[in-house]
């Protein structure tokens, strides 16, 4: 693309509505956890100090940075071939968020607790780590020369996570008063099910967007391994004929293999994290790293308690979903 168009043009770009939908489904699980957990636990007579407690499990989202290198290497058995590696990635962590919608439908806070936010920090991580391969997968869209689109990318995919938090947060709330209203006293638990369909949903517009080739990236992946693995002196030692060598041969297949085990470490996890402190300095990338760590906590707890406040100021759910979710600007 033309790097001279005019601003707002860049926005017509068809890679746009793909980037949209990348921030939508990333902003999409803050709703499950963030405003139908405490509505959830709230309504069913739960003290301030027990909801405060349960958002603790926000904090995953300040540390996720530390697994993506792993999110980055691993391939989903099956689904990377079919569907591309950050696709599979995404899909499958989708699929453990909605079986633990179903597994909610079925508890009483009051009752099992323990499970229930269990199964909160359960999505808590599917969603913090489906943010790290929604980043890579939005990223790639685009080609890193191309400035303008990377820039209007960047504001789209805001604009996306806040729809997916939004809007998603409204209609869930407006369900979960008219099934309350209705005289459903499992409200809660049924609007999760209407929940598990929008997650359907997004994953099956998913597979409409496209995703580049992994191949050099792998091929980049490997070369660093067999790298450590040659500084750790890996060998291949072919079969002999004899018992000796046999045995030989054995042993040295067991060191080889704990040796491509260190390498795949070492490569995966190790080298990106030292090359990233190579790049940008012990003292810079430490203050990176507290930047981001203190930036996510706040973002991670902030306003969690403002849902409850509403309720005991005598709100309805369809009050919080116009005035907090559709009309204001906080959670």
Known sequence: MNQDKPSLAVYADRRMPRILLLGII??????IIGTALTLWLKEDGLSRSTIGFASLIF??????????????????????RDMGHRKSW?????????????????LDPTKSLGLVVGIGLVI????ATQDITIDALRIEQI??????????????A????????????????????ALEAAGYTNYWQITFLVLGFLIVLMNWILLFVPEVSDAIRRQAQNVAQQRVEKALGANTIETGSDGQNASLTQHSQGKDFFVRAIAWIGSTYVGPILS???KNGWQIGIAILAFVFLFKIGEAFMGKMSLVFYKELGFSKSDI???????????
């Open 26 to 31: 990333s902003g999409f699980p803050w709703i």
């Open 59 to 80: 904090g995953v989202y300040a540390i996720n940075f530390w697994w993506a290198p792993l999110v980055d290497r691993i391939r989903i058995p099956f689904l990377t």
């Open 90 to 106: 995404i899909f499958l962590l989708q699929a453990i968020m909605l079986f633990c919608l179903l597994i909610w439908t079925q």
């Open 124 to 127: 808590a991580i599917c969603s």
């Open 143 to 156: 080609a890193p020369e191309d400035k303008a689109s990377v820039a209007a990318g960047a504001a789209v």
């Open 158 to 177: 805001v604009v996306g996570w806040w729809t997916g938090y939004k809007l998603g947060g409204a209609i869930m709330l407006f369900v979960a008063d």
């Open 276 to 278: 990233f402190f190579k």
């Open 321 to 331: 979903a116009i005035f907090s979710k559709s009309l204001g600007a906080t959670s």
